[in-house]
């Protein structure tokens, strides 16, 4: 069977390129990816999960929007996994971090929260979303101080509020305070009077 005239003007082309086609070949990408040099870099903490399957960017962050939504829809064992598996591919990313934290924290798992609050503010300190997410931990759990540690960190970060975050992280640290303050109240309500010197 002969060549169709554009076949082979696409061969030519080719050749003066240096390259010569003999047909449409799919690389086998089981013996690319997976050579035992690539699980070892994996091993070795040298390469991602991300880069070793080769999952792009892109795809990436179609799995995270997917998670996202999830997450939105109150989905939260779905958003668990998607995020997790995220995790395990990249564990560089401190938004994969932030994300799995917030749906522990939906689902008032607030150990597992803090956790991986933890973990994303040391992987990008100059976050907001994790912060202002542990100082919710952190209110919840009565520790009032640290929670407003944390907003004042926030806010620091973004001192003209273009953040939306940054807003909230105000007026926890606002809500914070008052308690700080009730507290202190009630302490010295509580407190025994010293009896009159004679």
């Not at 564990?91 to 522990?104: H, K, M, N, Q």
């Not at 939306?164 to 202190?184: D, H």
Request: net charge negative; hydrophobic share 40%; with cysteine.
């Amino acid at each position: 069977m002969a060549a169709t005239k554009n076949e082979a003007g696409k061969a030519t082309e080719n050749r003066a390129n240096g390259t010569e086609v003999v047909g449409a070949v799919t690389p086998n990408w089981e013996k690319l990816l997976y050579t035992e040099d690539r699980k070892a870099q994996v091993l070795a903490g040298k390469m991602t999960l991300r880069d070793f399957h080769a999952i792009s960017g892109p795809e990436m962050l179609q799995m995270a929007l997917i998670g996202f939504r999830m997450y939105e829809q109150g989905k939260y064992s779905e958003a668990r996994t998607i995020f997790s598996g995220l995790i395990q591919l990249d564990p560089t990313e401190s938004y994969y971090c932030t994300a799995l934290g917030a749906v522990y924290l939906a689902e008032e798992e607030l150990e597992m929260a803090r956790a991986y609050f933890d973990i994303a503010i040391g992987l990008n300190p100059k976050e907001i979303a994790p912060l202002v997410n542990r100082g919710e931990v952190n209110l919840r759990e009565g520790k009032i101080l640290e929670a407003a540690e944390d907003f004042a960190k926030a806010v620091q970060l973004d001192p003209k509020f273009e953040d939306p975050l940054t807003q909230r992280a105000r007026v926890l640290a606002a809500a914070a305070l008052e308690m700080l303050e009730s507290v202190e109240k009630d302490n010295k309500k509580d407190a025994p009077k010293a009896a009159p010197k004679k």
